[in-house]
């Protein structure tokens, strides 16, 4: 496989041919924020927090759907770049119901995170205070759809690692849901095994286990690597909780 | 021509709220109101939510006493749950409502009111207040001060901080407490003893300063409401609900909370957000009672802890023995000889090992579709009724706050105030005071109990009888 050649932040750095833009910049430790990537499971490009910027290309680029190519000179981070970061973030907290105060994910929620990383002190957007709905149908798990940024980490898990396909999106634009199988209560669903990926890959308060109260779910994703590696590569690796 | 007279906003007050004044055609006070003007809906944007949020959730009804509604409403999620709580959990629950009686009770005695009794009702309004105090009497208001850091501290150690903890949940609470926490507070324990047994000598001298204010500050009959323990101790967390007439007879005892809505009826007015429960049996407005530290003093037949029996027996001498006590600037009192019984009963607690136990939560599902949770709050009995689905999914909140309970009194109590002192369609400073000063018996909480945006404080208007506003003062 052929090395390309590029520059990073002014810094020069090789990379296998296709790879990521994001690959590359986490193997350097190459801060790049990020919100629907998550390691072990397919990409799909959908939030955009992972912007750069590539010089000769006049529109910002996700680093982690865009390939290296030999010469790229890339920005992954100055002043554009972060006010378009904070402006998802900020498009993010307004369209939902994200009530940190009082939700199971507080002090635990990657939402969170991004918006003190990305230096949100404000949205300047009106909320919009959508009514959505709990499931709570199921005995273990709870969907919040309050909390749901719709990144897809629950959807790509459930159909790539566990198997079982129990999630899916519903529905176009703003009106987008996370459903369980052909839009069922997700107590009734026939395919959901209970395994909890789905819970624990959430970024957010949507997904959680039932009964917890505020700050109280601390989302383990020490497994998807483990599961990953030991099916890949027929290796054990210890679990790690990040 | 008739004029009313208007203050706004109302200090010294937890909440936002003002007086009206109404005088008749030759300049008399004809009607005196109460009015509060925040609303929040929190019954309302509660449904659909989880029966395990509620605690965090309604805990954020008030600043000042989150903890009276967290407790509460893990008691109704542990009704729901049909769940009984590990010992060491009831006692560790027990002592966060005693440390939050202890830290409001403080507030309102060495923060909001004390400035009235010791730099006068008639005293410039610009010292009249906490930083006046201070340079009035440097030690007094810093013992006060460390009296309320005590309870707030025990929350903190219990619940991780000191508003909005999230620590008691259905079932039980979440931590532990531990033998390095217990030793600290009981350290500590002397001084505040000694503080709560200063503001009581404080309060007796102003029984002797200021006879006539204490006259007319909410001085009528009316009912005492509150829980009572099984042999009809004082109680605070558990407990069946007691009802006393003003002539000190039991009408009714015994009562489980879980049945409160079969007793009590909430009426509504045009010019106030906050309702006004009643007594059903005698109807609205006849069914007037009262809760809070006057009622808990005059329903229960004594009090576990030596000191405070001692102090509620002379308590009872206010009134003659064919009557409660009826005058609600005795609130004062009955306030601080509660603080004395919380600070004493803490220190009872902190002896117990139990409280050192590490089996603090029992788990369940929904095994009931509705529950109730009662405790006494600091301003008097606080209810949590829900109704849940199979799933633990809010179909119905209903919250009924010891303030709103007062609230028919609390506008007897500004009537009356001002049917004492007003003279004419110009109210002096002081004469203002007095009515706030009335509506501070009470330590009302409006941002509880109309579960409103909690802002300070009051408004005086002065209407003619035609409505016609005469004069309005803001502060």
Redesign the interface.
């Known amino acids: 496989m052929a090395v390309k050649t590029l520059t990073i932040n002014g810094e020069q750095y090789s990379a296998q041919e296709g790879e990521s833009i994001l690959s590359v910049a986490r193997q350097h430790n190459i801060p790049i924020p990020t919100l629907c990537h998550l390691e072990g499971l397919s990409t799909v490009g959908a939030c955009r927090l992972c912007v750069v910027q590539i010089e000769g290309i006049p529109k910002l680029l996700p680093a982690c759907t865009t390939k290296v190519e030999e010469g790229m000179v890339i920005h992954t981070a100055n002043e554009k770049l972060n006010k378009y970061r904070r402006m998802i973030v900020a498009l993010l907290a307004s369209e939902g119901n994200h009530v940190c105060?009082?939700c199971?994910a507080n002090n635990h929620c990657e939402l969170q995170d991004l918006a003190y990383e990305v230096g949100l002190v404000r949205v300047r957007y009106p909320y919009l205070f959508p009514k959505k709905?709990?499931d709570?149908?199921h005995?273990d798990y709870?969907m919040d759809h309050n909390r749901c940024v719709l990144c897809t980490r629950c959807v790509r898990v459930c159909d790539e690692v566990e198997g079982a396909h129990v999630w899916d999106v519903a529905g176009r634009g703003i009106n987008c849901e996370i459903i369980t199988g052909l839009d069922y209560a997700w107590?009734n669903s026939q395919t959901c095994t209970e395994c909890g990926k789905c819970v624990m890959v959430c970024p957010t308060g949507a997904l959680f286990e039932?009964?917890?109260?505020?700050?109280?779910m601390e989302k383990k994703k020490g497994f998807l690597k483990y599961i990953i590696t030991a099916r890949q590569k027929k290796e054990w690796v210890s679990i790690s909780n990040d | 021509m008739s004029d009313i007279i208007t203050i706004s906003p109302v200090t010294r007050i937890e909440g936002h709220a003002k007086i009206t004044i109404h005088l008749n055609s030759i300049g008399e006070v004809e009607d005196a109101r109460f009015h509060v003007n925040e609303f929040r809906g929190f019954e309302k944007f509660c449904e659909?939510?989880?029966l395990?949020?509620m605690?965090?959730?309604t805990s954020?009804i008030c600043g000042i006493c989150p903890a009276s509604h967290l407790v509460t409403s893990a008691k109704a999620g542990d009704d729901i749950l049909s769940i009984g709580i590990p010992e060491t959990a009831e006692k560790l629950r027990r002592m966060l409502v005693l440390a939050q009686w202890i830290q409001s009770h403080a507030l309102s005695f060495f923060h909001l009111s004390s400035p009235d009794f010791l730099l006068g009702f008639d005293a410039d309004p610009a010292v009249r207040n906490i930083f006046g105090m201070i340079a009035h009497d440097k030690e007094f208001a810093r013992r006060g001060i460390r009296l309320r850091k005590f309870g707030q501290q025990i929350i903190e150690f219990l619940g991780g901080r000191r508003i909005?903890t999230?620590w008691a949940?259905a079932g039980g609470v979440?931590e532990p407490f531990t033998k390095e926490e217990r030793d600290k507070l009981l350290e500590w324990y002397p001084e505040v003893r000694d503080t709560a047994l200063l503001a009581l000598k404080t309060i007796k001298k102003v029984h002797e300063t200021y006879i006539k204010e204490i006259s007319c500050f909410g001085n009528f009959h009316s009912l005492f409401v509150g829980m009572v323990g099984q042999k009809g101790e004082m109680e605070y967390y558990g407990g069946n609900l007691r009802i006393m007439d003003s002539a000190g007879n039991i009408i009714a005892d015994n009562i489980d909370p879980r049945e409160y809505y079969n007793h009590f009826g909430e009426a509504s007015e045009s010019w106030s957000y906050l309702k006004f429960p009643y007594y059903k049996p005698l109807g609205y407005p006849k069914g007037i009672y009262r809760v809070g530290p006057l009622a808990r003093l005059n329903i229960c037949d004594y009090i576990e802890t030596p000191m405070a029996e001692q102090e509620r027996k002379l308590f009872k001498q206010l009134a003659p023995t064919t009557e409660a006590v009826n005058n609600s600037f005795y609130f004062h009192y009955a306030r601080l000889i509660e603080l004395l019984f919380a600070v004493e009963k803490v220190e009872e607690l902190l002896h117990d090992p139990i409280i050192l136990g590490t089996h603090v939560r029992s788990?369940a599902?929904i095994n009931k579709m509705e529950g109730v949770g009662a405790t006494e709050a600091p301003r008097g009995t606080l209810f949590h009724h829900y109704w849940v689905n199979d799933?633990?999914?809010l179909q119905k909140v209903n919250m009924l706050i010891a303030t709103a309970q007062n609230n028919m009194a609390m506008n007897r109590t500004v009537r009356q105030i001002a049917m004492q002192f007003v003279e004419g369609k110009n109210i002096p400073e002081p004469i203002l005071n007095r009515i706030e000063a009335g509506i501070r018996c009470f330590d009302p909480c409006l941002s509880c109990s109309t579960h409103a945006l909690g802002q300070m404080p009051l408004e005086i208007s002065l209407f003619n009888h035609q409505g016609e506003l005469l004069d309005r003062r803001v502060k």
């Open positions: 105060a009082v199971v709905t709990l709570a149908t005995k709870v107590g039932k009964g917890v109260t505020v700050s109280e | 659909g939510r989880l395990w949020e605690p965090g959730l954020r909005h999230p949940v979440r788990k599902e799933d633990g999914v």
